[in-house]
Nanobody, 126 residues
Framework: QVQLVESGGGLVQTWGSLRLSCAAS????????MGWFRQAPGKEREFVAA????????TYADSVKGRFTISRDNDKNTAYLQMRSVKPEDTAVYYC???????????????????WGQGTQVTVSS
């Protein structure tokens, strides 16, 4: 069974840091592009960051650029989202996703991703 499982969420204070992990199982994701999305209460899910299969290229939403870093370890079949200088507006459920078809490209659209995790809650207290 193919699965993406996020972990590392929790409660963090404003300007604090948190690292999310996305562990893949059931198949190798080493050739997949990976993405992180988030959904705040009452809002639609939005793009956060994406990374190519090799890790050589990344892209970020303007709202997190300079504060968040996406990375991956293909040997561990795991992707990461390092969050720094978090703000209350970063509070959301964070999802990781895998694009199995064109891993070299970076996509911001949810429709380009084939596999999704269940999400991990991040709450930033002021």
């Amino acid at each position: 069974q193919v699965q993406l499982v996020e972990s590392g969420g929790g409660l963090v204070q404003t300007w604090g840091s948190l690292r999310l992990s996305c562990a893949a199982s059931g198949r190798s994701f080493s050739r997949d592009g990976m993405g992180w999305f988030r959904q705040a209460p009452g809002k639609e899910r939005e793009f956060v960051a994406a990374i190519s299969w090799s890790g050589s290229t990344t892209t970020y939403a303007d709202s997190v650029k300079g504060r968040f870093t996406i990375s991956r370890d293909n040997d561990k079949n795991t992707a990461y989202l390092q969050m720094r200088s978090v703000k209350p507006e970063d509070t959301a459920v964070y999802y990781c996703a895998a694009n199995a078809i064109t891993g070299s490209y970076l996509y911001r659209a949810e429709s380009k991703y084939d596999y999704w995790g269940q999400g991990t809650q991040v709450t930033v207290s002021s």
